[in-house]
């Protein structure tokens, strides 16, 4: 007999010998990933199908539990492709993720269809009151029967009919709003053939600017767009008011011109769907279907953090006109202050007062020392270790990766961080789990986590040099990390960051207060050619620029968030004047007319797009968390308090969403969150 020992092995299905059992990054080819994606499906299904007709009653350990231990081949499919793609992709990676995205959504509505699963899950929820359940089981029980609840499992038949039909006329509508977004941008097209219209724009920008003309097939001239890394500089440099103007208002009215590409009755008949999906559910707005699984739980509560920060960051808006005003007087030319002129003032302004050059700042910030920086607050905090790996199998050789241990020396998880710009990294930075936490069989299985950037990368004369921006940014991914590192959960479901969207940017965002504290800064930043440590009058100039412009940035923000929510009270939308709305909505909060929201309607893809509905105060909200939860370290005179971290630790850092989240909060904290500290920080009081 011949036995098949040639035959070619797929490294993501038969997961070979590594380090720490990571993904074999080295040994992975693009033509794994398709049939790892069906094998995966494959056996999730009849993982699903087992559960579905077992013929035993439904138990929490039989369906719940074994739902939640399912599709772990899946899970790391996805981990491994959905890394890669957006690190270091490619067009066929682009091309595979189309047809896989569409396989495993596709799975997942199969999943949440399927009936026989859903009464098994129904019945042990009827009866969760009598099992027994501990805490986290109780809390796995009620969010898995609420994720195929929300998704109309328990609909009748006749209402799932419906919201089959309305999901997909809203998924229609999604796309072809986020379609005329593009469109519009990309067809505004301002060429300007003069260079002395470009007085006082940067160099860099300039360049920009001709580069992207000669593309277009207008060398010689300089072209800019109503997209912002295009207008951006304009309106904070160029001298020209009606390039600045023209460039604002083409950017403000994006699906706003009554042509094909216009978006308010795609708006209209969107928010009318909503309220009629609400309604299917029982509820008579969409924000309260939405924000049952927030934290916020309820519109009330979220309009209630906003309202909070409103009228402080429009007081403070005012003061700020009227400073700008100041200096557009003293040029003597008799104009009054307009939202096309408040960026480029304000740099004026940012000048004469803060004298803070980026450039200067930059030769403290060298990568490996903020890097260096962050591991020891955690190792401060938390008694972290850091230990960098060598010879881990990675997906791109930039990719630096570190065991991290507990202070007993206990393994923690894998950190991977790939900092560097590339062609075929998507722009911005994140924290991605490519394995959870989880414990089964009484194995605490460990996290495999990675942060992305794109840092400036190092040249032959110098070191990777970092902004405070960029400071910023590496310490909030981190802080994404380490809430993915510290989980301590049983079910992967509720393991980690899996926690409503209004709370996970907490654990984040409050990691950023530490790179501000002198005492911190003194620990990472050295100039990269003298050794010496960050100045005195330097670390001032960035404490005092911290509150620098802060009313018209939040009130642009708040003014889009208290917009989202405006939209999701409604209770009929079926003669929605979208241009009316939106202006009662300003008015109605008293937005000043030298600022425009962030967003406006016809423009506004995260709430009409991108999933975002109703949710973008979770920023306003989250916020608010962590400039609360930092305060209670500062309250104690300590910024490392033993006391306080180990409670952030255990009460939440460790807990996933195995709790309400508020209830965490609340056990931290001892009490609500208070939105003062958030004002204080941002110098409103
Ligand atoms: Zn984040």
Redesign the pocket.
Known sequence: MITACNKPTNPLIDQPDTPYGVPAFDQVKLEHYEPAFEEAIRRNRLEIEAIATNPDEPTFENTIAALDRSGKLLDRVEGVFFNVLEADGNDEMQAIAERVTAQVTAFGDEIMLNEQLFARIKAVYEQRENLNLNAEEMRLTEETYRTFAINGADLPADKKERLKEINQELSQLSLKFGNNVVEETNHCQIFITDEAELKGLPTGAKQAAAEEAEAAGHPGEWLFMPKRTSFTPVLQYCENRELRKQLLLAYTTRGNHNNEFDNKEIIRRTMQLRIEKANLFGFTRPADYILQESMAKTPEAAYECLKAVWEPSVRKAKEEAAELQKLMDAEGKGEKLEPWDWWFYTEKLRAAKYDLDEEQLKPYFQLENVRKGVFDVAKQLYGLNFEPLNNMPVYNKEVEVFKVTDADGSFIGIYYTDYFPRAGKRPGAWMNDISHQYVEDGVNHRPVIVNVGNFNRPTSDKPALLSMDDVETLF?EFG?ALHGFLSQCTYKSLAGTNTPRDFV?FP?QVMENWCYEPEVMKTYAFHYQTGEVIPDSLIEKIQRTRTFNKGFVETELLCASILDMDYHVLTNADSLDVDKFEAESMQKMGMIPEIIVRYRSTFFNHIFTTGYEAGYYSYTWSAVLDADCFHAFKETGNLFDQRVATSLRKNILERGNTQDCAELYRNFRGKEANPEFLLERLGMK
């Open positions: 909030h994404h940017e984040s």
